[in-house]
């Protein structure tokens, strides 16, 4: 038969069966901190500055699991989208006279308290590498993507919340991030002509 076009991300697949969900269902989940990091992206006016915090899974049925995806996805060999970690959550740093400061600041603040909350003596000072092995609640939220045409629904880490209140049940969760209003408009248009496609097909069929 003709081979696979690419010998070499043939080699590199495990094989192996990982039984994973696409994505991490919504919900409340115990989890750690494995590292945090500051970010600056440049902008035409500035630049965005921001504290990226890559959390995991620390109990449960889905223990490990933004790990075990990120490891499946870079043994599978597949080079047509880029590997990158999806349990991260992203807090911007508002800059002096930003039009959204309080409510970014607030949100940061939000985070960090529950971090605090969450691990007795510690208090935030600044220092992004001491967030290293902290436990967390994770509140994990549906959202709504559009890319290339494509689109549908996933899951991110929405926020993060006192580690005991997962334990509890008390846990807060969040609504879905819908898509905005001009991308909802291009979703249903985009539906409206599949299924007019259909229709069409159907009606040239001979049978």
């Given at each position: ?9 043939y ?47 620390a ?8 790990m ?15 590997n ?17 400061e ?24 600044w ?37 005991q ?28 002509a ?14």
């Open positions: 038969m003709k081979p696979y076009y690419d010998a070499k991300a080699e590199k697949a495990s094989g192996e069966d990982v039984n994973l969900p696409s994505c991490l269902p919504a919900g409340s989940y115990q989890g750690k901190i494995l590292k945090a990091e500051e970010e600056f992206i440049p902008t035409k006016n500035g630049q965005i500055h921001k504290l990226n915090i890559f959390v995991d899974v109990e449960g049925e889905y223990k490990d699991y933004y075990a995806k990120f490891k499946a996805f870079a043994n599978s060999g597949n080079s047509k989208y880029p990158k970690y999806k349990g991260v959550l992203r807090l911007e740093i508002p800059e002096r006279g930003d039009e959204y309080d409510s970014k600041l607030n949100r940061l603040k939000r985070n960090i308290h529950a971090i605090e909350d969450s691990n007795d003596g510690y208090t935030w000072d220092d992004e590498q001491k967030l290293k092995g902290k436990k967390v609640g994770l509140i994990v939220r549906e959202f709504d993507w559009l890319m290339d045409g494509r689109h549908g629904t996933s899951t991110e880490i929405g926020k993060l919340c006192k580690l209140d997962v334990i509890d049940g008390k846990a807060r969760l969040m609504p879905k991030r819908e898509l905005r209003a001009e991308e909802q408009a291009q979703v249903i248009a985009q539906d409206n599949i299924r007019q496609l259909e229709e069409d097909t159907d009606e040239e069929l001979p049978f």
